[in-house]
């Protein structure tokens, strides 16, 4: 397992005097390293800046900031190199190295330059306890507010000592299912209230688009967002939670990057020769699938899992959801039930998907018969 990093996001109460202060730097911190780029660009400082030193420009910033701006500046060049453009950054934000500053209970105390002088001081902070050794701390003021991000390394977990396998598997209808081998399956979160007001979202933004209102219709997406970001973290929370109580060693889940193609041939089988109305409850399935709050789940499953020392396994994702757990066959279930035609096992449809993950059966399937439509839609928890 290699080094652990985690970034925890600290909300910044400065004074007025403090964020003028801020403002200041930060828009010093991005010209700087624009200045920077571009004389790294134009060999202005040659061989990639090297040897180059803070005595070699001027900032008005303490000194181990002007050195984490050059830092930034070469990897900001390293990175334009590999794009063939040159980029400027904009948004303002600035950084201290670990040696610069710290947090004592709710004060982040750190070097800020007055007048050309380097002060240190103490900020207002939310309360934060940081597990790891604190390495960069990155400021910057979004939506009118202040806030830090400090990038921790964290300790290296015991690998976990439980050896039960679990699977995990993401729907609409049921946000998540696992299924512990030998222990049986458990649902997460509320399908039906998400839908809900994710329609309610969908619904308020179509208004406004039509009432040409894009900063509002952006303010709801990014509203979206956070408010899904908070239901992953509580379900990934949740089932990690469950899977340490019942001893999980391993846990299995899709291989992300199966959601998307998956969602795309869908829509390719349906659009042709499909009547409008079929065609229709494809693009809202697509608009109902949000694969970007699948993928976000797996990932907030993912590292929560593997810092209490788990393994996490991305398991090939085809047919998990149509074939029999028991026999491998791979049958379409319209019903909540699941009934392979082949070898009669019988089990909840929407438990098939976690229990095949957990086993890592479904690439082992095979059609059984007739039984199989063709162009099904998986009889995935749709
Ligand atoms: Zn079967």
């Known amino acids: 397992m290699s080094e652990m990093k985690t970034t ?8 007025p005097e403090q964020a003028a202060l801020l403002r200041t730097h930060c828009q010093e ?28 420009f001027t900032a008005a910033l303490p000194s181990a900031v002007k050195n984490q701006a050059l830092r930034d500046a070469r990897s900001v060049w390293k990175r334009a190199g590999a794009l063939g453009v040159l980029p400027m950054l904009r948004k303002p934000f600035c950084q201290w190295n670990n040696q610069n500053w710290r947090v004592a209970s709710d004060m982040l105390l750190l070097p800020l330059c007055q007048d050309g002088i380097v ?13 790891g050794t604190p390495s ?19 300790p290296e977990p015991e690998p976990a000592t439980g050896e039960a396998i679990m699977g995990v598997d993401v729907g609409i209808k049921i946000p998540a299912v696992v299924h512990i081998i030998g222990k049986g399956s458990r649902f997460f979160g509320n399908g039906h209230s998400q839908r809900f007001r994710r329609r309610h979202f969908y619904a308020g ?6 009432a ?6 952006r303010k709801s997406q990014g509203k979206e967002q956070r408010w899904m970001r908070d239901i992953n973290h509580t379900l990934s929370r949740q089932i990690v939670t469950h899977a340490q109580e019942q001893g999980v060693g391993v846990i299995r889940l899709e291989e992300l990057a199966g959601i998307r193609p998956r969602i795309s041939q869908r829509t390719a089988r349906t659009s042709r020769g499909a009547t409008a109305r079929k065609a229709a409850k494809a693009r809202k399935n697509n608009r109902m699938k949000n694969t970007w709050s699948f993928f976000q789940l797996t990932q907030f499953i993912t590292y929560k899992a593997e810092r209490l020392g788990m393994h996490v396994e991305q398991i090939n994702p085809s047919y998990t959801s149509q074939t029999c757990p ?25 438990a098939v998907g976690a229990i095949n993950s957990a086993r890592d059966t479904g690439r082992r399937g095979h059609s059984a018969g007739a039984t199989v ?10």
């Open 8 to 15: 925890v996001p600290v909300r910044l109460y400065p004074t």
């Open 373 to 382: 439509a063709s162009g099904s839609d998986g009889g995935r928890v749709a």
């Open 136 to 154: 960069l701390l990155r400021i910057k003021r979004k939506r009118g507010r202040w806030s830090a991000e400090i990038a921790l390394t964290l």
């Open 29 to 56: 911190y991005i010209s700087t390293i624009n200045v920077l780029v571009a004389a790294l660009d134009s060999d202005v400082l040659p061989e990639g800046g090297k040897g180059v030193s803070t005595k070699d």
């Open 205 to 210: 933004r179509k208004q406004l688009q039509q």
């Open 119 to 131: 002060r240190q001081m103490a900020i207002r902070c939310a309360p934060v306890a940081l597990d």
């Open 326 to 350: 028991a026999c491998f066959a791979r049958n379409k279930a319209d019903d909540r039930r699941y009934v392979c035609a082949a070898c009669g096992w019988m089990g909840q449809r929407a």
């Open 212 to 217: 040409g209102k894009v900063r509002a219709v």
